[in-house]
Nanobody, 122 residues
Framework: QVQLVESGGGLVQAGGSLRLSCAAS????????KAWFRQAPGKEREFVAS???????????DYTDSVKGRFTISTDNAKNTVYLQMNSLKPDDTAVYYC????????????WGQGTQVTVSS
């Protein structure tokens, strides 16, 4: 089992930055596919970004179009932690952000954190 705990959310003005962290415990999840999702009030949860370690220094990342060029997902396998650096934040980025993980691309995201609130004021 993997337990995920997010941190780093908060209130920021438009144009500002935040870095979210997601610490995993329970087992090493360096080989898992890690992702960030978000859910804004009244909306469905949506994919934000994902990262997959392919061995050595090779990582594959993916982003939803609305955050490309502004958000960066990264991971520190030694710390069992995945990050989401969010720059040039917009009010539309306001949401609860969730960390998720799955053992492989063939499986669903079956490990989820409790979420952390990000609020961007205009």
């Amino acid at each position: 089992q993997v337990q995920l705990v997010e941190s780093g959310g908060g209130l920021v003005q438009a144009g500002g930055s935040l870095r979210l962290s997601c610490a995993a415990s329970g087992r090493t999840f360096s080989t898992y596919v890690k992702a960030w999702f978000r859910q804004a009030p009244g909306k469905e949860r949506e994919f934000v970004a994902s990262i997959r370690w392919s061995g050595g220094s090779i990582y594959y990342t993916d982003y939803t179009d609305s955050v490309k060029g502004r958000f960066t997902i990264s991971t520190d396998n030694a710390k069992n932690t995945v990050y989401l650096q969010m720059n040039s934040l917009k009010p539309d980025d306001t949401a609860v952000y969730y960390c998720a993980a799955r053992p492989s691309l063939r499986e669903e995201y079956n490990y989820w954190g409790q979420g952390t609130q990000v609020t961007v004021s205009s």
